[in-house]
């Protein structure tokens, strides 16, 4: 089978994480990804990551971790000429991409009802921190705000009184996988009904969607959730200290736990009901700290798993992508570059398998308007007309325009 998008047109207008990442995930299957950027201020991700060359070269970690299976336009949408290209290369798409402060692109005359008047099978969606409607919707934010506006960081932590901010930007990541299963979803209704519409994503849903087994207990009992650290309501589901490392149990149901405590050879610890096993807690949790500091770590990975409950000893990335199971699951995509200068680039790929095609990236994360030419010639651009726009891009930019 072909891959899933393929056929389909993206216009990415969108930097950073959030964006980048949904239209990422549409070029990990298939579709055609044109990712637009203004020549003077190019994605910001371009300049983020640990090695100093790449970031200097404005090809930075954080933009080849989702920059992969994109082309590249140089325009600067501030300008008339720029705002023309930008017309005549949605007027040809699938799904146009934004993720400026709600309003921004209205305002330039790229809102959705003016490109849905170009393409009225347009598929248009904006991401922004708090979303298009409400008092804080002109409001910008990234993933830490977000933490910590949502109540993520206050239930993070260890309950002494200093919230932690999660180590991966989970609700950036999040809002691009929701993105990209909102335009999946709109699509899916275009084929039944024939018409495009606008998709409003806000990182701030995304963030209270995440916690929705928190914000639904709140909502019935009134009760703010705490921070615990690593401990959970039962004494077997938690992080202990083994003789050498830390390691996660996740014996959480009853029958679990029934087997944990008889494979530690404490019958008398079974507990029958949920109830009994919450009044039990601390009687159990010494006991499980006793029992797993006498041994390594790895012992008793293999020793409890076995015994078919869940654990795992806490390890560092380096050896999550290392792992065997990591490299079965092969989501560890290798990339190949003609010029030799990303060639090899290992990035992430998606979280699932289809039986009906499997992720591909043709071609390696690019330089910003790599594609200029290739594009605008085939939007009907003659030469004469592509240089004049790019300098006008570039002299608009210059301005501050």
């Not at 393409?119 to 298009?132: D, K, Q, T, V």
């Not at 206050?154 to 993105?179: E, H, M, S």
Request: aromatic share 6%; glycine share 10%.
């Amino acid at each position: 089978m072909k891959p899933a998008f393929s056929g389909l047109r993206v216009v990415d207008t969108t930097h950073v994480l959030a964006g980048p990442f949904a239209s990422y995930q549409l070029a990990l299957f298939g579709a055609e990804v044109i990712k637009v950027e203004n020549p003077a201020e190019p994605d910001q991700a371009r300049f983020q990551g640990t090695d100093r060359d790449l970031t200097g070269a404005a090809m930075g970690a954080s933009f080849l971790g989702q920059g992969g299976g994109k082309k590249a336009l140089a325009l600067n949408l501030k300008t008339d000429a720029g705002q023309d290209a930008l017309r005549r290369l949605v007027a040809t798409a699938d799904v146009f991409v934004e993720n400026y402060r709600p309003g921004a692109f209205d305002a330039l005359g790229l809102g959705y009802t003016a490109l849905s008047q170009l393409n009225p099978r347009l598929i248009y969606c904006s991401i922004s921190a708090f979303g298009a409607t409400g008092p804080r919707r002109a409001e910008t934010g990234y993933d830490n705000v977000i933490q910590a506006f949502s109540g993520m960081m206050d239930l993070t932590g260890f309950g002494n009184g200093r919230p932690l901010k999660c180590g991966a930007q989970v609700v950036d990541y999040a809002t691009g996988l929701t993105a990209a299963f909102a335009i999946t979803a709109a699509l899916f209704q275009r084929e039944r009904e024939g018409h495009g519409q606008h998709i409003d994503v806000s990182m701030l849903d995304v963030a209270m969607t995440l916690m929705t087994a928190h914000g639904t207990d709140f909502l019935q009992s009134g009760k703010h959730p705490r921070a615990a650290g690593n401990r959970f309501g039962f004494a077997t589901l938690g992080m202990y200290r083994a003789a050498d490392a830390d390691m996660m149990i996740g014996a959480s149901n009853l029958r679990q736990q029934r087997r944990l405590w008889t494979a530690l050879g404490r019958t008398d610890l079974i507990k029958a009901d949920n109830l009994a096993r919450i009044a039990g807690y601390d009687e159990e949790h010494d006991a499980l700290s006793r029992i797993i500091a006498a041994k390594p770590a790895g012992y008793w990975e293999t020793f409890l798993t076995q015994n078919r409950i869940p654990a795992a000893r806490v390890r560092r990335m380096e050896e999550a992508l290392s792992d065997p199971q990591t490299l079965d699951r092969g989501q560890i995509m290798t990339l190949s570059d003609p010029s030799g200068r990303l060639n090899g680039l290992k990035v992430i790929g998606p979280a699932f398998r289809m039986s009906g095609g499997q992720a591909v990236l043709p071609t390696p994360p690019q330089a910003v308007g790599a594609q200029n030419a290739e594009i605008l010639r085939a939007l009907g651009l003659t030469d004469a007309e592509i240089e004049a726009l790019c300098v006008d891009t570039l002299i608009g930019a210059d301005a501050g325009v």
